[in-house]
């Protein structure tokens, strides 16, 4: 049974930095897509970060240079750095995953794929 739980959320101050972790059992990460999503209030979910199983990343334009997607394989755990948050950063973030299966459509549009796996989600809130 695959299983996604996203911990690490909180209330950050402008400027200041947070680490997502989000703890996979059920499968294995360097075998799947791995992404975070967020969504704020009254908007729509957003692909924020991607990494496949090669390790090659993507990013969305609005974080490049200040998030920093990274998975840690023995622990079988995706995370997100978060620097230099803003007020735009806040939102509940999502991790999902799904299979590495060619023609691998989740590697080729990471961050608009509907991935088949979510976690709970996890909230974010950058204050002044």
């Known amino acids: 049974q695959v299983q996604l739980v996203e911990t690490g959320g909180g209330s950050v101050e402008i400027g200041g930095s947070l680490k997502l972790s989000c703890a996979a059992s059920?499968?294995?990460?360097?075998?799947?897509?791995m992404a975070w999503f967020r969504q704020g209030p009254g908007q729509e979910r957003e692909g924020v970060a991607a990494?496949?199983?090669?390790?090659?990343?993507t990013y969305a334009d609005s974080v490049k240079g200040r998030f920093t997607i990274s998975k840690d394989i023995a622990k079988n755990i995706l995370y997100l750095q978060m620097d230099s948050l803003k007020p735009e950063d806040a939102a509940m973030y999502y991790c999902?995953?799904?299979?590495?299966?060619?023609?691998?459509?989740?590697?080729?549009?990471?961050?608009?794929?509907?991935?088949?796996?979510w976690g709970q989600g996890t909230q974010v809130t950058v204050s002044l």
């Open positions: 999902a995953a799904d299979p590495w299966i060619l023609p691998a459509p989740c590697a080729m549009a990471p961050l608009e794929y509907e991935y088949n796996f």
């Open positions: 990494v496949d199983p090669d390790g090659l990343t």
């Open positions: 059920g499968f294995t990460v360097s075998r799947y897509c």
